[in-house]
């Protein structure tokens, strides 16, 4: 059936090209041997009765982790100026539409510059759009937001986050030391930033017991991904 389907339409292209374009007579030939050319290929490399298989855009292979916005939000003010493009940025992230949720807080930054929300939002986004890894673009977003607003964990929390995806676990480990000290007992991300920070000591063969809260060196939560704690 396919190939009647294939031998109608070249016919009713020739027909076109000389009942419509007027091709001249003496480019008949030309013509037909050209589509005849055409048919023939596609008799020796088509596969008419194969089945469709398509496939989606390689962001869409990898949906993020929804507790990592979570961890986000409750990291960030959810009720500044920024939450109309958070909700949209969080939105195209739980799709894997890391690209169209750069670009969105990319146009976010150019209207509110100084919100720190945002650029973690963003580091967060360019990270995913590199497959989990630290990228110049990634850790400059996250250094914005550290400028922005010093005390703000979500900075050092990612930014920890993304070097670790990376293998670079003494840089994580520096970093979430840091934010480890300074964060409130009743902080709702502390017994996992307690976690993440003894599964890199566990990794690195160090105890940290001397420099770490009792927290810290509790044995890491399970997670419903099953993947280890350190990274998503």
Do not use: C
Request: no cysteine; proline share 8%; charged share 15%.
């Amino acid at each position: 059936m396919m190939w009647v389907v294939i031998v109608l339409i070249a016919v009713a292209v020739f027909a076109a090209l000389v009942l419509v374009l007027k091709l001249p007579r003496g480019g008949w030939e030309l013509a037909g041997a050209a589509l005849l050319l055409g048919i023939s290929g596609y008799a020796l490399q088509g596969h008419p009765g194969q089945a469709g298989a398509p496939k989606a855009p390689a962001e869409n292979a990898r949906a993020a982790d929804a507790a990592t916005i979570s961890e986000r939000q409750a990291m960030g003010n959810k009720f500044g100026t920024s939450q109309s493009w958070l909700i949209l940025a969080d939105a195209l992230t739980r799709q894997g539409q890391y690209a169209a949720a750069s670009d969105v807080l990319r146009s976010a930054v150019r209207k509110d510059p100084k919100n720190a929300d945002l650029w973690v939002a963003m580091g967060n986004a360019l990270v995913g759009h590199s497959d989990g890894l630290i990228s110049p673009a990634a850790q400059l977003a996250f250094q914005r937001a550290a400028d922005i607003s010093p005390e703000h964990p979500g900075p050092p929390f990612f930014m920890g986050l993304a070097l670790a995806q990376s293998g670079k676990l003494p840089e994580a480990r520096a970093l979430w030391m840091k934010l480890l000290a300074r964060t409130p007992a009743d902080a709702p991300y502390r017994d996992d930033l307690s976690a993440r920070l003894a599964r890199i000591n566990q990794m690195l063969g160090t105890t940290g017991d001397a420099a770490l809260p009792a927290a810290a060196n509790a044995p890491p939560p399970a997670e419903a991904s099953g993947k280890p704690p350190v990274g998503r």
